[in-house]
């Protein structure tokens, strides 16, 4: 089995910034790519950015020029560099990887999220 753990949530102020980690753990034979998503109230969970094994990023519109997604393949670990934070970026924040088991069996996971809350 597969684990994703996600950590740095927290409370913060409207301009501040917030850094948060994603370390994968289990069974893994590779980890295509990992992601973050997020999920407000009353609101559809919406990619935040997401990252390929050689590093090539994509970024949810609301969040370019802002936040800035990065990872160690050695640690099997996904960050998200969150600056400028705005009232609207409060939400849980999940992060997400399609991790290979073996040669042929490839999965999608999600960790268990992390409260992020920006004050205005």
Same mark, same amino acid.
């Given at each position: 089995?597969?684990?994703?753990?996600?950590? !740095?949530?927290?409370?913060?102020?409207?301009? !501040?910034?917030? @850094?948060?980690?994603?370390?994968?753990?289990? @069974?893994?034979?590779?980890?295509?790519?990992?992601?973050?998503?997020?999920?407000?109230?009353?609101?559809?969970?919406?990619?935040?950015?997401?990252?390929?094994?050689?590093?090539?990023?994509?970024?949810?519109?609301?969040?370019?020029? @802002?936040?800035?997604?990065? @990872?160690?393949?050695?640690?099997?670990?996904?960050?998200?560099?969150?600056?400028?934070?705005?009232?609207?970026?409060?939400?849980?924040?999940?992060?997400?990887?399609?991790?290979?088991?073996?040669?042929?069996?490839?999965?999608?996971?999600?960790?268990?999220?992390?409260?992020?809350?920006?004050?205005?």
């Amino acid at each position: 089995q597969v684990q994703l753990v996600e950590s !740095g949530g927290g409370l913060v102020q409207a301009g !501040g910034s917030l @850094r948060l980690s994603c370390v994968c753990s289990g @069974r893994i034979l590779s980890i295509n790519s990992m992601g973050w998503y997020r999920q407000a109230p009353g609101k559809q969970r919406e990619l935040v950015a997401g990252i390929t094994t050689s590093g090539a990023a994509t970024y949810g519109d609301s969040v370019k020029d @802002r936040f800035t997604i990065s @990872r160690d393949n050695t640690k099997n670990t996904a960050y998200l560099q969150m600056d400028s934070l705005e009232s609207e970026d409060t939400a849980v924040y999940f992060c997400n990887a399609v991790v290979a088991s073996s040669s042929w069996t490839f999965n999608t996971y999600w960790g268990q999220g992390t409260q992020v809350t920006v004050s205005s």
